[in-house]
DNA sequence: AATAGACCCAACCGCCGCTTC
DNA sequence: TGAAGCGGCGGTTGGGTCTAT
């Protein structure tokens, strides 16, 4: 007996969520908490497949989620990231509160790939592109493997250099700029520093003991009785969600969802 | 204004690893 | 111990939008 599949291929919807489709899926889960996808649909009243519903909520849906193009020093830090963890989208994701692997992985297959190869640097080695030719030539070695050294100097100074020579879009807020490379280094220093993150990072660790398992409410969302106050039903809340979507959550001033997960599995 | 090609991203697909029985 | 079931991950695709001609 094979396995069965994920869902009822005959009655699954495909394509694009409808608002109506988002609206179920939001109020559910607001409810009910992230549980069981598979039998999410059928509870929440959506012909759709469970992944599918996992999927819209974690890419599109959560609340937590930032809009929007990534910044610069976002854009640094994946390829930071990268260099380190290769094409462990997740991984790297979890680096980066309100981001998501479907985004970074986008990002990274549309805009930062190109960046690189234009700039003479391998998307997948992180080193010189005819440095590695020539190590081709000597070695047969595969290179599909992230580097293990960590590459930071390669990657990031070139890429410095890059926006600094030909971008106009990236040199705008110079000041603005030069703050966010300080954090982005005294990030990776930090993450150097700290073996036990380190390690997780790689995937040959736990995670380390930081409060990231359960979403905290923003201070005007305590007292969260499974709603959040100020809304006379889930509907309300439903359609605030909704609204988010369209502005992004941060356009309210709400980052403290970041890194947090609402904490009503417990329901 | 029309069209073709490039670009972007939401969503799907198939595989894998973990858990349960 | 191994099969079944599930969630999660990464690669890929399809279609909408943008841009150049």
Not at 15 to 37: H, R, S, V, Y
Not at 163 to 173: F, G, H, M, P, R
Request: glycine share 6%.
């Amino acid at each position: 007996m094979g396995r069965q599949p994920c869902c009822d291929k005959l009655d699954v919807k495909k394509g694009p969520w409808t608002a109506e489709e988002d609206k179920k899926l939001i109020n559910f889960i607001l409810i009910n908490g992230q549980c069981c996808w598979r039998a999410l649909p059928k509870l929440a009243g959506l012909r759709r497949c469970g992944k599918s519903c996992r999927l819209r909520w974690t890419n599109y849906l959560r609340p937590d989620l930032k809009r929007g193009l990534l910044n610069e020093h976002e854009e640094q830090l994946v390829i930071d990231l990268h260099a380190r963890l290769g094409n462990r989208w997740s991984k790297i994701a979890a680096n980066m509160p309100g981001r998501t692997d479907n985004e970074i992985k986008n990002h990274w297959n549309t805009h930062i790939k190109k960046k690189l190869l234009k700039m003479g640097i391998d998307p997948v080695t992180h080193e010189p592109l005819h440095k590695e030719t020539e190590a081709n030539i000597t070695s047969s070695s595969s290179t599909e493997k992230p580097k293990s050294q960590f590459s930071r100097s390669a990657s990031a100074n070139t890429l410095d250099s890059f926006d600094n020579s030909s971008s106009t879009v990236l040199s705008e807020n110079s000041l603005l700029a030069n703050d966010q490379d300080q954090e982005t280094e005294a990030l990776f220093e930090s993450l150097c520093e700290d073996e036990k993150l380190l390690n997780y990072l790689l995937g040959e660790d736990e995670p380390p003991l930081v409060d990231t398992l359960t979403w905290e409410l923003p201070n005007n969302m305590s007292g969260f009785d499974n709603r959040p106050n100020g809304f006379a039903s889930w509907e309300d809340c439903a359609t605030w969600l909704l609204d988010c979507q369209d502005f992004g959550v941060h356009d309210f001033g709400l980052d403290s969802f970041n890194d947090v997960e609402i904490s009503i599995n417990d329901t």
